[in-house]
């Protein structure tokens, strides 16, 4: 019986390979020869009040593990997609950031992080 589980597991590693998550997102995948890498974005979990911005619409990043063998997604690596994606639209910061987290049906687990890019006004 154990023998049996252990095959499973060596055929489940072997289909998945080395990937262990996958990103979703609402924003589209940009050339990365035209983001900035190098531009800070902020993540803030709430408002902004002491500098005044314009909003560039919502920034929603799903990361999904691929199997159960994996650990969860946890929300430094959210923040770090939503940072790319933020960067992808020209955001300065991610404000209004709300997390959630659990399992799906085409996922063994998962972290989504929401919030809203802006461009900060000089």
Known sequence: MIRKYITIAVVVLAV?????????????????????????????????????????????????????????????????????KARAIGADAAINVTYDSGVGFTTWGYIDAKGEGVKFKE
């Open 16 to 84: 998945t390979g080395c990937a262990s998550y996958r990103t979703d997102s609402n924003i589209k995948s940009v050339d990365a020869a035209q983001v900035d890498s190098s531009k800070s974005v902020l993540i803030v979990e709430g408002p902004i009040s002491d500098k005044k911005y314009e909003s560039l619409g919502p920034v929603e990043v799903s990361v999904k593990k691929l199997t159960v063998f994996h650990k969860d997604p946890t929300k430094e690596q959210a923040n770090s997609a939503l940072i790319e």
